[in-house]
């Protein structure tokens, strides 16, 4: 139960099928698993790494991972978590969301390795091209629909309402299972804990229509250690993949910024370090843990963004820490000259950088002695910036760590 042992040690394992065959099989011959993102936005975030991060600690072990973009899901929408109805968007949008998170997956995972190097599909090259009736005949006929209103993505729906359209989004991802089952000796499949039901439906289908046994098991759903989730939906927004969404420096600067309670959490979940070391770090206490943040830091950002880029966020953030403001790689904003004369608000200035999230923030934060420009403390931040007081650039800063460069061009 090795392998099994150290993603259990490092938390990454929520619920699982039969526990001591699946410990058999990851300890075994490789085999092929899969995990699917449906395309729901032009980048992935923080809350699909951790499925991401298990399909690289089996591939490290000989497995071969299938990696599922959802490009024909995400047409349908997954109830799963959710209070309402996902928005509608178009076949195009889909599609270019699709492309661009496969693009970011290629960072993760090796799919150049002629043993087990990594496969990535899009589901909308086979469900696209499904007849309807075939569909029903084929899939539909092993559900129940009894079992399928028993579901708790669809129960918790039910008096808000529900469509169609999603309540079908588990035989379409059931189906998926089926798929790569029958055209990659696909047996197993992994997800995060709000995927169990969709997970058990693919199993139960395989066996139904197949004889066949699959696997699977899910990953918790990271919760920070204020309850926050880790996703698109946390407060401050999300934390993309895609550096042209969330900056280098700003996922270090995440990670720097963690709850002290969550940093050894999170080196299990979001590096490779041994868990010796791991071990090791969590002896720190006081000042000492902002070592272990800057070594959570360094390794997540290398892992999605490079060591080069990691390198010049841990010199930024490090010499903004000491006061002496290397600022090369902080977030900026550029501003005309003419905007300027003609008059703009610190109000203004911290909502457009994104330091605040809306202007009720900035008043808050100002009342609370929070804002800054350069080393002065912004005190009524409706006040406009003098012209003639300004040079070419200015360093806003918003709490203690967040940090924003404006140029005036």
């Known amino acids: 139960m090795e392998l099994l042992r150290i993603l259990s040690k490092r938390e990454l394992i929520y619920q699982m099928t039969d526990e001591e065959k699946l410990a058999e099989l990851l300890d075994g011959p490789s085999l092929s698993f899969y995990i699917g993102f449906d395309a729901t936005a032009g980048s992935l975030h923080l809350g699909h790494l951790v499925p991401i991060m298990i399909a690289r600690h089996l591939q490290n072990a000989g497995h071969k991972p299938i990696i599922l973009v959802g490009g024909g899901t995400a047409l349908v929408g997954d109830p ?50 499904m007849n309807y009736l075939d569909f029903l005949r084929d899939v539909g006929r092993h559900f129940s629909v009894n079992r399928m209103l028993a579901a708790e993505s669809v129960k918790l729906r039910l008096e808000t309402g529900i469509s169609f359209l999603e309540f079908s989004y588990s035989l379409l991802q059931a189906y998926d299972f089926l798929h790569l089952y029958r055209e990659y000796g696909c047996i197993l499949q992994v997800g995060g804990s709000d995927q169990w039901g969709n997970i058990v439906a693919g199993l139960d289908l395989i066996r139904r229509s197949e004889g066949a046994e699959t696997w699977g098991f899910t990953c918790p759903l990271v919760t920070t250690a204020c309850g926050e989730k880790m996703s698109k939906s946390q407060a401050g927004g999300a934390i993309w993949l895609d550096p042209s969404m969330t900056s280098p420096y700003e996922y270090y600067q995440f990670w720097i910024n963690v709850n002290d309670k969550d940093a050894i959490y999170f080196l299990k979940l979001y590096t490779f ?137």
């Not at 290629?106 to 469900?127: R, V």
């Not at 200035?349 to 403390?377: H, M, P, W």
């Open 80 to 129: 799963s978590c959710r209070n309402a109805e996902r928005s509608f968007e178009s076949k195009k949008t889909v599609s270019a969301w699709a492309d661009s998170i496969s693009v970011q997956l290629e960072h993760f995972l090796d799919f150049k390795s002629k043993e087990n190097g990594a496969l990535l599909l899009n589901n909308y090259s086979w469900l696209s091209k």
């Open 273 to 409: 370090i041994s868990m010796n070391e791991i071990e090791e770090l969590s002896l720190l206490e006081g000042a000492e843990i902002r070592r272990v943040k800057e070594r959570l830091a360094f390794e997540a950002t290398t892992l999605t963004h490079g060591r080069e880029e990691a390198l010049k966020a841990e010199i930024a953030s490090r010499a903004l820490f000491a006061g002496n403001g290397d600022q090369e790689d902080v977030p900026s904003l550029e501003i005309s000259t003419e905007r300027l004369r003609n008059g703009v608000s610190c109000l203004d200035l911290f909502v457009e950088t994104g330091l605040c999230q809306s202007r009720s923030e900035v008043r808050r934060l100002a009342k609370q002695g929070g804002l800054y420009i350069e080393d002065n403390r912004v005190s009524d931040p409706v006040d406009n910036l003098a012209p003639e007081d300004t040079p070419e650039s200015i360093l806003l800063r918003a709490g203690k760590k967040r940090y924003c460069k404006v140029i005036f061009k």
